[in-house]
């Protein structure tokens, strides 16, 4: 079995900044791609930004040049260092990866999420 675990939300006043983390653990024979997703209530989850195995990334239009998103292939973890945060950043962020577990194909995981308020 192959778990994400995220942490580093939190409560942040407007213009803080944030790190977010996500290990991955369990049987896993090949971590590729990795992404941070959010969500806020009665809204879809929303790709925020993605990396792939070889360090490329994408980032959604609304994150472009206050986000990054980097990993540690080692230590099979995904960041995410949110700078400049809005209101508008207060969601749910969730981890996403593409997993092979020994004995298996790929398949994607999701993590639990981790809470961020953006707030004065």
């Known amino acids: 079995q192959v778990q994400l675990v995220e942490s580093g939300g939190g409560l942040v006043q407007p213009g803080g900044s944030l790190r977010l983390s996500c290990a991955a653990s369990g049987r896993i024979f090949s971590l590729d791609d990795m992404a941070w997703y959010r969500q806020v209530p009665g809204k879809s989850r929303e790709l925020v930004a993605g990396i792939t195995s070889a360090g490329s990334t994408t980032y959604a239009e609304f994150v472009k040049g206050r986000f990054t998103i980097s990993r540690d292939n080692a230590n099979k973890t995904v960041y995410l260092q949110m700078n400049t945060l809005k209101p508008e950043d207060t969601a749910g962020y969730y981890c996403?990866?593409?997993?092979?577990?020994?004995?298996?194909?790929?398949?994607?995981?999701w993590g639990q999420g981790t809470r961020v308020t953006v707030s004065s």
């Open positions: 996403n990866a593409k997993v092979a577990a020994y004995g298996s194909g790929y398949r994607f995981y």
